[in-house]
């Protein structure tokens, strides 16, 4: 069965003579799929053991008259006071070595394994109990991975697991002072006990240290997430696992997450209150995102959570004017999405997100969300219906690692260089142009693709260089750039040949010089007319290439 539409919905927030009415007002809408449950441990579970799932059942059950399945979350991102009291441990460490306490979300490490213990006893009671449900359809792990980590976390546990991966990647001692030139200010190490995690210093980072760092932290989320769907698909092997992903949040490789995902999910709030500024337009960045997620898996994928009111913990976003939400939805379906959830049901009357409003408002009466929402479900679900399973066959490929965004951002260079911006240019060039585009990580196949665009291919390794000259051979279009070529995968310069170093030959020249555009822009003569250039510029000596366009003076 197919679902066209859905809501995130807190039962537990609410009385249940309520919950009769919700069910049947979300059925007048069009909902057919619920998501819960995944953040409420301290509900089902208020005593280690000691399991109510009692309140679940019913809701699960209302909404099932009304002819809705759920899909239920399980509750990691919300370990219980109980749980934390007792083994406080759990609670994790930011790089200044300072644990960070309950009272919010997220307040866990994913590696400490008294947490890991709490969480298998939870979920393989949770997915035993709903194993032959049949109103439960599939599972969520956590909720957001990634989100709430970014300096997180720092603990014992976290550098022992640390440790043990670096152990893993490079057998001995000797070969990781080599391929993080330990040599420099003295940092080399006898013995991987010595390493930690890269809390903050007194001064500066190893670069190669900090490369192993965030691709660890990255293994370590996917880790984490794999050991809990390992359990709920023992348990549940006929139910759908999928994950509410966030674009291109950097924790943790979405390529890597995905593998372990029956489908690819993501939330989605375009006048987020987190946004610096909410009079730019984004339309190109939420549909890039939307491009990404259907890329990870190259099948459609799932709203989890569409903004359908104003956003909001302690400051709040504008409101969406009439039309607007429609207006998201349907940018989201028309790049793949082909199930669209709403977040959330009802404006929460108590808690951080108090005012993170839903498609009800705090006192329940439908309004202007309501309407707008119900009518954009009866219009659009036959064209929905149509489209299931659809795909879009774009010729314009963009490479996006993760790798090569670690090593740019921990070494961005220019002040205001970032990779995802400096990838994004790329990406809105074409969306003005109404060309469709595919995200690729290195290991894709690039051959279906008439143009790959290579931004910031920092990190160079035999079998990409060899990927790319087999695809530009064969006839495809390659465009490459700046600070491409520069450096092995363990972030160290090449020390041999003229940059950029094996792709030398693909561009036809020899960089001499490169200069950082620190205050100042770069002018270029392209086609008989100027355009600016920031950031950098490379000075070349052409080999075998033909130059069509020149620097003039700085402006
Ligand atoms: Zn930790």
Known sequence: MSYLFGVDYYPEHWPKERWATDAAMMREMGISIVRMAEFSWAKWEPREGEF??????????????????CILGTPSAAPPAWIIRQDPEIEPMDARGLRRHFGGRHHDCQSNPVYRAHIRRFVTAFAAHYAKNPHVVGFQVDNELGNSHADLCYCPS????????????????????????????????????????????????????MLDWK??????????????????????????ITHNLMGFTEKVSYYDLG?????ASHDQYPGGHFRPRLDVPIADTLASELDFIRSLKNKPFWIMEQQSGITGWDTLGRTPRPGQIALWATQ???????????????????????????????????GRYYREIKDFMHQTAPVLAELQGAMPKNEAGILFSYRQEYAIDIQ??????????????????????NIGADFLPEDADFSPYRVLIAPLQFLMTKALSDKLHAYVEAGGTLVLDMRAGIKDEHDLAFDEGPLPGMLADLVGARLTEY??????????????????????????DLTTGEAVAVYDKAV
């Open 52 to 69: 109510h799932f009692e309140d679940l059942d019913e809701a699960i059950e209302v909404l099932a008259r009304e002819g809705i399945d």
């Open 515 to 540: 200069d950082c555009l620190r205050e100042m822009d770069g002018l270029v003569h392209w086609d008989g007319k100027e355009y600016p250039c920031h950031l950098w510029s490379d000075i070349m």
């Open 215 to 240: 691709c660890f932290c990255s293994d370590l989320v996917c880790d984490f997430h794999k050991w809990q769907a390992d359990i709920l698909r023992a348990a549940a092997p006929d139910k759908f």
């Open 332 to 366: 989201c379906i028309a790049h793949g999405a082909d199930t669209v959830c709403f977040f959330r049901w009802r404006s929460c009357t108590f808690g951080t997100e108090q005012y993170w409003h839903g498609i009800l408002p705090h006192n329940g009466e439908p």
């Open 412 to 433: 961005p260079h220019h002040p205001q260089l970032r990779y995802l911006d400096h990838m994004k240019t790329y990406y809105s060039s074409l969306y003005r142009r």
């Open 158 to 209: 976290c550098t022992a697991r640390f440790q043990q991966w670096l152990k893993e990647k490079y057998g001995g001692i000797d070969a990781l002072n080599r391929c993080w030139g330990t040599a420099f200010w003295s940092q080399q190490y006898d013995d991987f006990s010595q390493i930690d995690a890269p809390r903050q210093t007194a001064s500066g980072y190893n670069p190669s240290q």
């Open 259 to 263: 593998k372990q995902l029956d489908f």
